[in-house]
């Protein structure tokens, strides 16, 4: 379960039993606009802090065990 929490301003991504290698928040124009790699599950269960970036839709693009997974988000 991929989600972002408008109250704490956090990305947080549960039920991934190993790490993530790579995070994307990539904006509906196909810009990168924050990245993170080698993210534990703690971290991703406790949430990433997501500043400084617009509201709007974004897509979550995360790597893990050579597997790609894609979430669309919606940021206020």
């Known amino acids: 379960m991929i989600y972002f929490n408008n109250n704490t301003s956090k990305l947080i991504a549960k039920g991934f039993d190993s790490a993530v290698d790579r995070l994307m928040l990539i904006n509906i124009l196909g810009q990168t606009v924050q990245e993170f790699s080698n993210l534990d599950t703690i971290e991703l269960e406790n949430g990433l802090d997501i500043m400084n970036v617009s ?12 597997q790609v997974t894609t979430k669309k988000i919606i940021i206020n």
């Open 55 to 66: 509201t709007g839709t974004y897509v979550v693009y995360l790597q893990h065990n050579n």
